[in-house]
Each structure stands twice: as C-alpha cells, then as structure tokens.
C-alpha cells in the first residue's frame, strides 16, 4: 500500500527553522519525484518545493528560494525540507505528494498525498 507520512511540523517563530520529512512506503520511492505543497487558511494550496527522481533535480516557488531546501535520502526513502527564516506568511498546512518521475507544478498531476502537517510561524 503506497504511503506517504509528513512530520516536522509545529510551532516557530519568525527567523525560526523547522524540517520537515515525508516518509514513503509501498513504491518503488528512487523512480519518483516527491513535491511539497502547502494551504493557507482560506488559500488555495500552492506548490512550494519538488525533487525529481532519478537526478534530484530541485525545484522552488520564488517566495522560498534561498531560505528552504529540499533533499532526498533513497535508502530511506524519505524527503526532507529543511526551512530557515521562516517568515508568518509560511504558515500552513505542508503536504508531501508523488508522482513518477519528474517534477510538475499543479497539485493535479500528483496521484498520493500525504496527511499534512501543520507549520505555525507566530511569536
């Protein structure tokens, strides 16, 4: 049964650091690309960070780059994204999502989602 399970999650403040991981199971993990997306409240969900299969070629929405870094461990099968400076306006609800291959940008071009985890960043 594919599986994927975020932790991480939970409370900063501003300029804080978290890491986030997304633990797979049930698929062949080195054959696929692992996105992170998060939802704000009353916001649509948006795709933050992606790392491709086989080359780990990396991918970040432009509100990120430089303070969010996403990796990948295969013999773990597990992605990671490492936050700093994290900022209020990151809060929300971090999913991790699969999908064969390469990196897409919309939520619907990834079939398995995680259950989310959530990302305060408050004083």
């Known amino acids: 049964q594919l599986q994927l399970v975020e932790s991480g999650g939970g409370l900063v403040q501003p300029g804080g650091s978290l890491r986030l991981s997304c633990a797979a199971s049930g698929f062949a993990f080195d054959y696929y690309a692992i996105g992170w997306f998060r939802q704000a409240p009353g916001k649509e969900r948006e795709g933050v960070s992606c790392i491709s299969s086989t080359r780990g070629i990396t991918y970040y929405v432009d509100s990120v780059k430089g303070r969010f870094t996403i990796s990948r461990d295969n013999a773990k099968n597990t992605v990671y994204l490492q936050m700093n400076s994290l900022k209020p306006e990151d809060t929300g609800v971090y999913y991790c999502?699969?999908?064969?291959?390469?990196?897409?940008?919309?939520?619907?071009?990834?079939?398995?989602w995680g259950q989310g985890a959530q990302v305060t960043v408050s004083s």
């Open positions: 999502a699969s999908r064969i291959s390469v990196c897409k940008q919309f939520q619907w071009d990834y079939a398995n």
